[in-house]
């Protein structure tokens, strides 16, 4: 996995509730927990941010996924993110779009814009972006 120049807030903690930005079928989703690292302190809960690989319930959408496990992507996120040329990038909601085990995306096009931290990453998901801001 390749590395961020860019300062990510961590701020989405487990129990936090995340728009599904793709087709796939799910609405809502609910963070389990971080994929993935650890939280750094003992008993600390693992926080997340853009970019990071979730475990998620769903908790509305289509039956199919519906109270179903699923992992995801999280591509916005409210809490301001720094980036190296000094510039604060910041979204109107926190949203995140499902994927497989492989890190290639459920759903074939994104709803809205996407952080380019993400794309640097997972270079597959750029494909189903409509903006990568």
Known sequence: MKG???YISKTLVPGSVLTCADNS???TLMIINKLG???GRHRRMAASGIGDVVIASVKSGSQAYIKKK????IIRQKSP???ANGMHVKFEDNAAILIND????IGTEVKGAMA?????RYIKL????????
């Open 4 to 6: 961020l120049s860019t």
């Open 25 to 27: 079928g799910a609405k």
């Open 37 to 39: 690292g650890k939280a």
């Open 70 to 73: 699923v992992r995801a992507v």
């Open 81 to 83: 993110i720094r980036r």
């Open 102 to 105: 492989v890190n290639l995306a």
């Open 116 to 120: 380019r931290e993400v794309v640097d």
């Open 126 to 133: 750029a494909g189903i972006a409509s903006r990568v801001v």
